[in-house]
C-alpha cells in the first residue's frame, strides 16, 4: 500500500516563497495521478493543483485562486511530487495534503499533511 510524506511547510510572510514536498513509497508512475489539496480549520478540503503521472505527456490543472503563482511537478527517479509556492498571500494558509489517485476508480491514497502559514 502507498504512503505519502509531506514536508516543507512553515511559517513565510506575504510574497514569500515556500516548496512542498511529498515522497512516495512507491513508483508514482503506476497511479494515474498526483494532486495537492489544502484545508484552512472551518473550510472544506478544496483542490488546489493536480497532475496526471500514469502517461506520457502528463496534464496539469490548478486551482484558479493560485494559477500563475504555484507549480506542481514530478521527479520519478526521486518518487516525489513538489508544489512550489511564490507569491504567497495569507490566505493561502491551510494544512497541505499530497494526494495520489490508483487508476481504479475511487482509490485513492492521502499523506498526513504539512501546515503553511502566511503572515506578517
Known amino acids: 500500500q502507498l504512503q505519502l510524506v509531506e514536508s516543507g511547510g512553515g511559517l513565510v510572510q506575504p510574497g514569500g516563497s515556500l516548496r512542498l514536498s511529498c515522497e512516495a513509497s512507491?513508483?508514482?508512475?503506476?497511479?494515474?495521478?498526483m494532486a495537492w489539496y489544502r484545508q484552512a480549520p472551518g473550510n472544506e478540503r478544496e483542490l488546489v493543483a493536480f497532475?496526471?503521472?500514469?502517461?506520457?505527456?502528463?496534464?496539469?490543472n490548478y486551482a484558479g485562486s493560485v494559477q500563475g503563482r504555484f507549480t506542481i511537478s514530478t521527479d520519478n527517479a526521486k518518487d516525489t511530487v513538489y508544489l512550489q509556492m511564490n507569491s504567497l498571500k495569507p490566505e493561502d494558509t491551510a494544512v497541505y495534503y499530497c494526494?495520489?489517485?490508483?487508476?481504479?476508480?475511487?482509490?485513492?491514497?492521502w499523506g498526513q499533511g504539512t501546515q503553511v502559514t502566511v503572515s506578517s
Open positions: 494526494n495520489a489517485a490508483a487508476w481504479r476508480r475511487n482509490s485513492e491514497y
Open positions: 512507491s513508483n508514482i508512475f503506476t497511479f494515474y495521478s
Open positions: 497532475i496526471t503521472t500514469g502517461g506520457i505527456p502528463s496534464t496539469t
